[in-house]
């Protein structure tokens, strides 16, 4: 609980997250969490319900690649929480819990006799996190949420890819991992306010409000201006050139943020006087001319190889990168320079490298500290902690309700 002491020197030590989401948004925030030196106990049905643990291939010896991505530094714990007993279990663990989060449709945890009211009469100061596909209030409170379906409801889609392409996704699930990093900054500044008030609150969020979130800029064009926005592929809606250029071995990308940037590019493409045409002098004339500036960039670019113009362009601070692939990724010297891949040791799947956590703090930094549990992997303990003897267990085990 928060306020105990201090031990491993980690940022949330003291404090408990009991975690009963499941695939992506939710487990992603517990995992951060867990990062950070919470103690984040993950609930499943018996057997495990996480749908994540079936999704692949690829697995290694059974266990799913995906489900690994999200899980690291959690205890687990099998609960029917359709059950009397598994109620119990929750109440119990709930008293000595500082954080719950669920992303069940709205009203299911109301149904479970679950709901943010009734466990905040056992614990006052529990921080109690909804993640929901829409929000638990409006007329689309109780449609299912799925990243896919958010991409495009949210207006990611209509600017993700181009005229010809139609309608594009986002590589990843994209609305999932916003929702889980507000869902984050969220339970943090509830701990905080707690500090003060020794109360806790209920967090109600939505995949679609987090991705609608994301349109930053394209939003605020549309609200001022009243244009829909298009799709513009690799381009940027506001900045010329900031887009992917082929090049004579492949592709690569400039960004352009500034007019002293421009500059500079006209002159390693040997092309100095572009920088003083009235047509691109400035950034909003560029935007204006974008067809006719990129024509002829693409033309200069296409006569040198990537990795030239990349040495070109850092030499003159023009932002640059290649269009990389995990390959690449994997082997990157800066990743590795700061340590950014993580080994772990799956009881299971046997040793493996994961992706790090991009937080580093210099007192306090995060640690990989155990691998994504198996499903009950920490029943006896946890249920031992908060009291139960180990017949009882077993008698919980016998009738399945855990």
């Known amino acids: 609980m928060w306020g105990q002491s201090r031990k491993g020197g980690e940022a949330l030590d003291g404090i408990r997250v009991l975690d009963l989401s499941r695939v992506l948004a939710g487990p992603f925030c517990s995992m951060i969490l867990g990062d950070l030196g919470a103690e984040v106990i993950k609930v499943e049905a018996p057997g495990g319900s996480d749908e994540t643990r079936r999704w692949g291939p690829p697995f290694k010896n059974g266990v799913s690649a995906y489900y690994l991505c999200a ?28 954080v719950v989060i669920h992303n069940f449709k709205t009203g299911t945890m109301e149904r479970l006799g679950l709901s943010y009211e009734e466990l905040s009469s056992i614990n006052p100061g529990i921080i109690y996190c909804s993640i929901t596909g829409f ?52 339970i943090q500044s509830a701990l905080l306010e707690r500090q003060q008030s020794g109360q806790g609150q209920k967090l109600d969020l939505s995949l679609y409000e987090s991705a609608v979130s994301s349109l930053v800029n394209i939003a605020s064009n549309y609200l001022m201006s009243g244009n829909l926005p298009s799709r513009l592929g690799n381009h940027h809606a506001n900045i010329v050139p900031y887009q992917t250029f082929r090049t004579s071995d492949g592709e690569m990308v400039i960004a352009v943020g500034n007019d002293r940037q421009f500059q ?70 800066q990743l590795n320079a700061r340590n950014f891949f993580q080994s772990i040791k799956h009881p299971k799947a046997g040793e493996m490298d994961i992706l790090g956590s991009p937080l580093h ?12 549990p198996e499903p009950g992997e920490h029943n006896d303990e946890i249920f031992t902690s908060i009291g139960l003897s180990p017949s009882e267990i077993q008698e919980y085990k016998n009738n399945q309700w855990i």
């Open 361 to 372: 703090l210099s007192r306090t930094p995060p640690k990989v500290r155990s691998h994504p």
């Open 71 to 98: 899980n690291r530094n959690k205890k687990s714990v099998t609960i029917d929480l359709k059950s009397a007993k598994g109620k119990e279990i929750i109440e119990r663990l709930v008293k000595n819990s500082d």
């Open 135 to 186: 929000g638990e209030t409006g007329p689309y409170k109780t449609h299912p949420g799925y990243d896919f379906i958010i991409q495009a409801m949210s207006g990611l889609m209509s600017i993700t890819g181009t005229d010809e392409s139609g309608p594009q996704k986002v590589g990843v699930a994209m609305t999932d991992v916003l929702t889980g990093l507000y869902a984050c900054i969220g």
């Open 264 to 333: 500079a590019l006209c002159t390693i493409i040997n092309k100095p006087d572009l920088a003083h045409n009235p047509k691109f002098k400035t950034n909003p004339d560029r935007v204006e001319h974008r067809e006719e500036l990129t024509a002829i960039l693409q033309t200069e670019l296409e006569k040198q190889h990537t990795s030239y113009w990349q040495e070109q362009c850092h030499a003159h601070n023009i932002p640059v990168g290649p269009i990389q692939n995990m390959e690449e990724i994997r082997n990157d010297p």
